[in-house]
């Protein structure tokens, strides 16, 4: 199925596809976080305490950007499943809750909260 306008096309399996891309790039992101055994050798006493402040530091800055990624990419991916016509829709409610955070979500830099 390809639906052409203004030179573009999209092929419903391709879309589908590309959703599942985005959910396996937020597990990806998942398994690359920062593991506890590291922040737990980094922490006072093991650690000098300026290093175990900026690692904390470090650890709380990534958690959060980690958190917006994968909530933006869930987001993504929900519109995919939509647009492709797959087989699994979320249910209304969480399919509203994601359309908000796509069409009225902001970046907002962590040092500026």
């Known amino acids: 199925m390809n639906g052409g306008s203004g030179g573009f096309s999209a092929d419903?399996?391709?879309?589908?596809?590309?959703?599942?891309?985005l959910n396996e790039i937020a597990g990806l992101l998942n398994a690359g976080r920062?593991?506890?055994?590291?922040?737990?050798?980094?922490?006072?006493?093991?650690a000098?305490?300026?290093?175990?402040?900026?690692?904390?530091?470090f650890a709380r800055y990534t958690q959060?950007?980690?958190?917006?990624?994968?909530?933006?990419?869930?987001a993504l991916?929900?519109?995919l499943h939509a647009t492709g016509n797959a087989?699994?829709?979320?249910?209304?409610?969480?399919?509203r809750g994601m359309d908000?955070?796509?069409s009225k979500g902001q970046y907002v830099a962590p040092e500026d909260r």
């Open 34 to 46: 920062m593991d506890g055994e590291n922040a737990t050798q980094c922490r006072v006493p093991r």
């Open 77 to 79: 991916s929900t519109k």
């Open 12 to 21: 419903a399996a391709s879309i589908n596809g590309s959703s599942h891309l």
């Open 100 to 102: 908000e955070i796509l």
């Open 48 to 57: 000098h305490p300026d290093v175990a402040q900026a690692v904390e530091g």
């Open 87 to 95: 087989l699994v829709h979320a249910d209304a409610d969480a399919q």
């Open 64 to 74: 959060d950007q980690y958190a917006d990624m994968v909530t933006l990419l869930s």
